[in-house]
């Protein structure tokens, strides 16, 4: 698989690191099945040759958010804990981004999750810093992050997690630049935790991973490939996909979960419908989408989103943390109204004068209330990154 990706030298990987970032609650530093406690959160000792994982520079960083209503009465929502981790180390001319989005809700699959990214992260490490030869091309890097998959799966085993999807990205100057594009970017992912490239010279958004689900439609109660236990103690790598993709300085790379992307689906904002599976939406007027059509809608709504931070400013870049706050937002602004439906209907069916049978005519007619309703609710996760090469006094 990696032979068939084009083969680009890259510039020596430079080894000293401008800052890392992860979470949430810890992240990848704290693998503890149940620990939540917030007592020296970042002080875990050195994970993957870094002590300090909460120091993100200016071009870089993570944000995980539950889009799932509160629970009466209390500060928690339903599907705690967020299942999600993320990690960025950006050194002076290469990063690596990792997003992993844990299968279902609670412990394990948190653990699985951070296990993936955190076994990951430091196989990579040891191979590309640590080791007497750092120079490699950009087949070698894609056989390198294959090969911490399965430091990643060894992990999650190891501790007794379940299973999570993983996408692991790796940013590096090129030896020789094409043009503008002076920089390469390797992705291996498996499941549904997508990886994109906003590019600010022209003002588009490109998915690295689509090839992964090309041609196919979106079932968002099956992500397609997980690492852990999915047979015995094997994974399932049925949609396992390894990206190539040239970057130019000031390019902005964002893995995420599915809570960020589904959110972006044109299926799932009831702006189109689809005869395929739990997604198919329930109003017969939309236009019936493509599995091309749906990808090309998701791809406009995210470059509309992301264009809508300077619209009069075009001449004018996008940075990663502005990136990163308009995703966010637009995630729960198209979740609030799924939310509010959830929270009113659960005071709602919980007055305890309600005979049985008015209970269930309530919750029918929510559960048909939300039918109506874009959106999807989830933990959203992102893990963003801007091209950029730090030079020696900034190290």
Not at 94 to 115: F, K, M, T, Y
Not at 184 to 202: A, E, I, Q
Not at 372 to 390: P, S
Request: charged share 20%; hydrophobic share 35%.
């Amino acid at each position: 698989m990696p032979s068939a990706l084009p083969s680009k030298d890259p510039s020596p990987l430079l080894p000293v690191v401008i800052g890392a970032c992860t979470g949430p609650l810890g992240g990848l530093s704290r693998i503890q099945l149940c620990d939540e406690s917030l007592q020296d959160l970042f002080d875990s000792g050195l994970v993957a040759g870094i002590t300090n994982w909460n120091n993100p520079p200016d071009e870089a960083d993570g944000v995980s958010v539950s889009l799932y209503d509160h629970k009466d009465g209390t500060v928690g929502r339903h599907g705690d804990p967020i299942a999600d981790v993320y990690a960025v180390v950006v050194r002076q001319n290469n990063a690596i981004l990792a997003v992993a989005d844990g299968c279902s809700w609670g412990h394990r699959p948190r653990l699985a999750a951070r296990c993936a990214v955190r076994g990951s992260i430091e196989y990579l490490t040891q191979k590309f810093f640590n080791s007497e030869s750092i120079n490699c091309n950009s087949q070698h890097i894609i056989r390198t992050l294959l090969r911490s998959f399965e430091s990643g799966q060894k992990m999650i085993v190891e501790n007794e997690g379940t299973t999570t999807t993983l996408c692991v990205a790796v940013v590096f100057e090129l030896a020789e630049p094409k043009g503008e594009n002076g920089w390469g970017l390797c992705v291996v992912s498996v499941g549904d935790s997508p990886c994109f490239v906003w590019r600010n010279t022209t003002r588009q958004v490109v998915e690295v991973t689509s090839a992964a689900h090309e041609g196919h439609n979106r079932d968002m109660r099956d992500s397609g490939g997980c690492l852990g236990t999915s047979v015995g103690d094997e994974p399932d790598l049925g949609n396992l996909i390894c990206s190539f993709a040239l970057l130019a300085e000031g390019d902005i790379v964002f893995v995420t979960s599915d809570g960020v992307s589904d959110n972006f689906d044109p299926v799932t904002l009831h702006e189109g419908a689809t005869t395929h599976g739990p997604s198919a939406s329930p109003h017969v007027s939309l236009s019936v989408l493509t599995p091309d059509q749906r990808q090309a809608g998701l791809i406009a709504n995210l470059t509309q989103v992301i264009r809508g931070i300077k619209p009069q400013l075009k001449n004018e870049p996008i940075h990663a943390w502005e990136l990163k706050e308009a995703i966010v937002k637009h995630v729960i602004d198209v979740t609030d109204n799924q939310r509010a439906c959830m929270e009113s209907s659960l005071k709602s069916v919980d007055d305890p004068e309600l005979s049985t049978v008015e209970r269930r005519a309530r919750e029918l007619e929510f559960k048909e209330k939300l039918k109506t309703m874009g959106g999807k609710l989830d933990h959203a996760t992102l893990a963003v990154y801007e091209v950029c090469r730090y030079h020696d006094s900034c190290a």
